[in-house]
Every structure is written in C-alpha cells, then in structure tokens.
C-alpha cells in the first residue's frame, strides 16, 4: 500500500490525495507512488475522471523535496531525476481520462508544475502559485519552463520563473492558469461538480475530445484539423452519439452507455 498517497473512487470519479506532511513535498517515493496510483486508475473502466488533491488545508503541494535535491551529486543524477518527475508528470497529462486539480493550498515548484498538467485547476482564494526555484539557486525542472509559457504566454512566465515571485489565485485565474477560484473550503466540492458534470457526458465524446485537444497542442492547425476530423467521424459512428442528437431532438436528457 502506498505510504504517502490515498485513492477513493466513487461515483466514477478517483480521488487521489498526496498525504505527505507537513506540505506534500515531491519525493522520489511519493512521485513513483503517485505514479503507480495514476496507472490503476487509468485502466479502471469505472473511473471516469480524476481529481488531484493535496492532504490538510495548507499545501495542494509545496514543491520537490528540498533534501533530496541538496543530496544530488552530480549534473548526470540530478538530470535523471528531472527526466524522471517530467515523465511521471507527463502520464498525468497524457492518462486519457480528464484530471482535475483541487488546489488546496499552496501550490509551488513541483506543485504548480502537476497541477499545470492536468486538464482543469480549481484553487482556493487564498491560494498562493509560484516557481520559486530561482531564488535556490535552480530552475524548474519537471516542466514548468515548458508548460507556463503555453498555458499564461511568455512574457508572464518568464516574470514569474525569473523572480520567483509568488502570486494570489485571483491574479492566476486572471492570467488563465486555473479555471475557477473558489472559497478554500468549498475547493473540493467545486472539483467533485465539475467532475460529476463531466462525468455524466458520454465518455466516447470525452476521451476523443481530450486526445484531439491535447494532440492539436503540438502539431499545426491543419493537422490539428485533420485529427478532429477523423475523431468526429468515429464518434459520431456510436450509440452515445445516436442518443444524444435523438435527446436533443425529443427534448429530453440523454441517456449515454459510453459506447
């Protein structure tokens, strides 16, 4: 069993708590554990979305394992280990259900980077977002050089990589890093709505949206078109899609199978 993470399924919804106090820091064991979670729940046919979260009211996660990286004795290890928290980070991103990020309290350095990762943020207002890395001397390592930039434009995330400095969840919603700012003690519930409400689609529609989305990411619009066009085609070939355009037209709510 893990030691520093917790899975609840309910619903169709996962709910996967990295528990780590005092501020759920990434360690190596931690990403791994949360690396094997990730992968039950990935191929669980009764989950269909996922929510992150951090355990206690204070931290969604507040960074790497600052002992861990002062231990690192070599450019080779330390390398490794930044390859291998992208990677695990990267199957957040790439886990083929939608994952969502209930940000609990402060979320810096590797804890911005996970929740960047996945598809939707929802933060407390009180909520502090940060790469601090800089001011150790360091710089992001598990993406979030890569991933700011796409997500809030370079000119802001080259600010805040190159100061560290550390803003409120208001001015992160404004600049389109998370989706929803809600009283910190509703964040949870917030992120089970979402979830349910997603949860309810047809889930044929929602894989090949994400995957379409995701992959449109980095190709060029015309190839981006061209996966959207092959996606339409396939799902509209499904039950799912036969009973919704039968609901809509009999004004009634759909009754999706999810195939």
Same mark, same amino acid.
């Given at each position: 069993? @893990?030691?520093?993470?917790?899975?609840?399924? /309910? &619903?169709?919804?996962?709910?996967?708590?990295?528990?780590?106090?005092?501020?759920?820091?990434?360690?190596?064991?931690?990403?791994? /554990?949360?690396?094997?979670?990730?992968?039950?729940?990935?191929?669980?046919?009764?989950?269909?979305?996922?929510?992150?979260?951090?355990?206690?009211? *204070?931290? *969604?996660?507040?960074?790497?394992?600052?002992?861990?990286?002062?231990?690192?004795?070599?450019?080779? /290890? $330390?390398?490794?280990?930044?390859?291998?928290?992208?990677?695990?980070?990267?199957?957040?991103?790439?886990?083929?259900? @939608?994952?969502?990020?209930?940000?609990?309290?402060?979320?810096? =350095?590797?804890?911005?980077?996970?929740?960047?990762?996945?598809?939707?943020?929802?933060?407390?207002?009180?909520?502090?977002?940060?790469?601090?890395?800089?001011?150790?001397?360091?710089?992001? =390592? *598990? =993406?979030?050089?890569?991933?700011?930039?796409?997500?809030?434009?370079?000119?802001?995330?080259?600010?805040?990589?190159?100061?560290?400095?550390?803003?409120?969840?208001?001015?992160?919603?404004?600049?389109?890093?998370?989706?929803?700012?809600? @009283?910190?003690?509703?964040?949870?519930?917030?992120?089970?709505?979402?979830?349910?409400?997603?949860?309810?689609?047809?889930?044929?529609?929602?894989?090949?949206?994400?995957?379409?989305? &995701?992959?449109?990411?980095?190709?060029?619009?015309?190839?981006?078109?061209? &996966?959207? $066009?092959?996606?339409?085609?396939?799902?509209? /070939?499904?039950?799912?899609?036969?009973?919704?355009?039968?609901? *809509?037209? &009999?004004?009634?709510? @759909?009754?999706?199978?999810?195939?």
């Amino acid at each position: 069993m @893990p030691n520093n993470i917790k899975l609840q399924v /309910e &619903e169709g919804i996962a709910v996967v708590t990295i528990d780590r106090p005092p501020v759920n820091a990434l360690s190596r064991e931690v990403m791994a /554990e949360l690396d094997a979670t990730l992968q039950a729940v990935k191929t669980d046919a009764a989950v269909k979305v996922v929510i992150i979260t951090g355990g206690g009211s *204070f931290a *969604f996660v507040a960074g790497a394992d600052v002992k861990e990286i002062a231990a690192l004795s070599s450019a080779k /290890e $330390a390398a490794e280990v930044a390859a291998k928290g992208q990677a695990v980070i990267m199957n957040i991103q790439r886990l083929g259900k @939608p994952v969502i990020a209930a940000i609990n309290g402060v979320c810096l =350095g590797g804890g911005n980077e996970l929740a960047m990762a996945c598809h939707l943020r929802i933060a407390g207002d009180r909520t502090r977002f940060g790469q601090p890395e800089i001011s150790l001397g360091i710089i992001p =390592g *598990f =993406g979030g050089t890569q991933r700011l930039a796409r997500l809030i434009g370079k000119t802001k995330a080259l600010e805040w990589i190159l100061t560290g400095d550390l803003i409120m969840a208001q001015e992160a919603h404004r600049l389109g890093l998370v989706n929803h700012v809600v @009283p910190q003690d509703q964040v949870m519930k917030a992120a089970k709505d979402l979830a349910r409400k997603i949860a309810s689609k047809g889930q044929v529609a929602v894989r090949l949206a994400l995957q379409v989305t &995701e992959q449109g990411l980095g190709q060029s619009l015309d190839d981006g078109l061209a &996966e959207e $066009a092959s996606a339409f085609g396939q799902v509209a /070939e499904t039950q799912d899609a036969k009973e919704g355009v039968s609901a *809509f037209l &009999e004004k009634r709510q @759909p009754r999706f199978q999810d195939r």
